[in-house]
């Protein structure tokens, strides 16, 4: 089992969040068996923004806002956070 799916089990297990790090910001997340379901609907429907928006937070995507970003940062940043939550392969 991978490092960053290891951490997100254990996340599930105790119910914490976990917390990544991305363009020298510090982010947590849910479990992901925590998420809204509404941010799964977002994402099959191609609303990215609105699906980070739920599974972040409105005061994290404001911090991440908070400078200049692309589509680029903000699927970089999505790809980050299902990495940390163990949806996706770490690198």
Partial sequence: MSTSRARAARAEA?????????DGESYSVAPSNQWDLDALDAFESGRILTAVRLILGADQLA?????????????????????????????
């Fill in 14 to 22: 105790t119910e914490t969040a976990t917390t990544f790090d991305f």
């Fill in 63 to 91: 911090r991440f806002r908070s400078k200049p970003r692309t589509i680029g940062d903000l699927d970089a940043l999505f790809d980050a956070a299902q990495k940390a939550a163990g949806i996706s392969e770490g690198n």
